[in-house]
């Protein structure tokens, strides 16, 4: 794990995408799967190591093939190939696109029909958190010109194979969660009461960039007079002032991994009630940690967290986020959830966060995140942990 | 349209989500369309003003459909509705989500039916460029739930609505064009022979920031001896060289809102094909400014561009991008493209990217890119005009 001055390396050694492909193998190889077919920037990511900000232009698809067999196989934008070419994949096929007469889909159909011949089975994620990043006509039509070949959802063996980290992974989200961390307690000492919600994340953005990120795909920033009513929307404009709480949630990334976590601060003197409400999700994370070790599940995870929360007012019924923690990784949020019935067995290397959260007056919400890592002792920080008290700024 | 100094106002009048809603219900009217689903950020932001970076969680599906008549009615997990009520949407139906066992299909099915009854008529984006943010097994599902509705394809309708931007649009635009051209301007003080390309964003992207961008989603850099290979991957950890050239492609954000153009520099002496190929495509794209104006179509600005590049020595066959330029708005890359065929009609309104780029040497591009918006009486710069000559590092 890394040590703070220590930068994990960019991108990983060619061994790592054979084991990622080799175990996707053996999973496919007891499904019956000829070929897998991805089409989202992690999926094609993760196999073969294809590493683009292009992904966020929407206008072209882009799909890999794992085969039973060898390495994956691109079915790309020819804008692509140079790109394509740098990673460990040799058979790159290509077509000039956005082609409106067709937009690969001759070309993938072929490659799918190589390995799955007349009457095999293909796998493409098809499930809950799962999506297909092709147009929804083209997923029909190839369906139609797959006929005969039977089209099974990849999605659980997906997850399951993302579920657990690498060393190498584990080292990224480790960098970017122990630099955010840094940032976050830097932050008080630069902003101050009459600042606005922008303004206050604003700075926590440049510092985090300034620290090493990539970049800050999400920043969230949300206050109100002793509490804020939702976590999702923000930084506004709205000027932050004595008997504020306001949350800031970050995911950053470094190397295409990302952290996920927040913190709360207090302006002046916010209240008793949101103080007790930062202090029971700060206890509900202990337990949440606590409760964080091989052969237990994200459903006991919760249970442990709920409990807490419980004990400290909040409704039995659970928030409003539908679960208090996620996977974590190449996205901001993975499978498994922190949920009653999720019932997903922990492991050593598998990243988590753990989220708790609670309505403790009407419109008020106290929600605490931090990331974790399971050994096989149980769980490991990989945030700085947050202090019991919200620090106060004035 | 702003000026220096202008900083347009975040968000927009409740008439403007009105406007737009009415546009499409105009013309789902002449589709006989009894409501039209919609699953992306864009999407869903365009007709609702739902402005969030939740998005970046890939967890939850959201859906908003746009009536025959009447507002926008937003199907999202509870986690959004706070969000979702700050906007002028009214009607909101809400589910804890994740859930695998209905993660809002029963709600959604419900909410179409009651738009298209047994029989009616609804549109989905499903073609080219388009697709939908659902699980593939879910979007099958609905299918199945809807049967006697038609489902058709409302990509058309929607590229059309969103094809011309409105003043207040065009504002955010060319003000994130603005303060980009003013940080790539400033870049040369600040940059040096020996730096990585990583560096070289690095200064880059923190300045944008400071200048008021909100984001950067995408800024590239690649560079090699005389030219580079591609203009999709990096930044990489590369050193510039003396008699390297280095593209630097940015799509910076600001209220939800793109631009999308590249700076190309020259470090030391990077040789006369170089020169010669920056000054091609600059001249290049004068021509596709000169033919970029209403009643002129998107293939003629492509044919423009092309003549001054095979003049300059490309090859008639075209780039490998496919295409040279493309809309731009609340996505990095929108519908038309810039390409033999498009034949889109230019009309005022409309934002466009001039992109034209050629391969002068084995393995070495220039591409070069701007912003424009179509008014009346031609084009108008959004960003401000490159050089004709690259500027020189030291």
């Known amino acids: 794990m890394s040590q703070s001055g220590h930068i994990p390396a960019r991108g990983f050694d060619t061994a790592e995408y054979q084991r990622r492909t080799a175990a996707a193998q053996r999973l496919m190889a007891a499904e019956g799967m000829a070929a897998m077919l991805l089409t989202t920037e992690p999926e094609v990511r993760y196999f073969s190591g294809f590493h683009s900000q292009f992904w ?9 093939l794992v085969p039973a067999a060898g390495k994956p196989i691109a079915v790309i934008p020819t804008i692509g190939v140079a790109g ?51 147009p929804a006509a083209d997923f029909l039509e190839l369906c139609e010109r797959l006929s005969g070949i039977e089209i099974r959802d990849a ?9 657990v980290k690498s060393a190498a992974e584990i080292d990224k989200i480790h960098h970017v969660c122990q630099l955010t961390s840094r940032a976050f307690e830097a932050l008080p000492e630069h902003i101050a009461i009459g600042m606005s919600e922008r303004e206050v ?7 985090i960039l300034q620290r090493g990120a990539d970049n800050t795909p999400y920043l969230i920033g949300a206050s109100g007079p002793g509490g804020y009513d939702n976590i999702i929307m923000g930084p506004g404009d709205r000027l932050l002032h004595d008997g504020d709480v306001m949350i800031i949630d970050t995911g950053a990334t470094y190397d295409g991994y990302f952290c996920d976590f927040d913190r709360n601060y207090a302006f002046g003197e916010p209240g008793d009630a949101a103080r007790r409400a930062h202090e029971v999700v700060w206890h509900a994370t202990e337990a949440g940690f ?9 459903s006991d995870v919760y249970a442990a967290m709920q409990a807490v929360l419980v004990e400290g007012g909040a409704a039995e019924s659970g928030n409003d986020v539908g679960r208090m923690g996620h996977g974590l990784g190449m996205q901001l949020t993975e499978w498994p959830s922190n949920r009653p019935g999720d019932d997903t067995v922990l492991e050593p290397g598998v990243v988590l966060t753990l989220e708790p959260g609670m309505q403790f007056a009407p419109g008020r919400q106290m929600v605490h995140e931090e990331n974790i890592v399971i050994r096989e002792h149980g769980a490991e920080w990989l945030t700085h942990r947050a202090p019991l008290e919200m620090p106060v700024i004035e």
Do not use: F, K
């Open 56 to 64: 966020e232009s929407p206008t072209r698809p882009w799909y890999l």
């Open 201 to 207: 994340c604003r700075v926590l953005q440049m510092d």
């Open 155 to 163: 999605r659980p063996l997906l997850q399951r194979l993302r579920y």
């Open 84 to 134: 394509m070419a740098a990673t460990w994949v040799d058979d790159i096929r290509s077509w000039s696109a956005p082609n409106p007469g067709d937009d690969g889909i001759s070309l993938l159909t072929d490659a799918l029909r190589e390995q799955a011949g007349d009457d095999g089975r293909i796998g493409m994620p098809l499930g809950l958190e799962s999506q297909l990043r092709m």
């Open 290 to 298: 606590a409760a964080a070790r091989p052969g237990n599940t994200t």
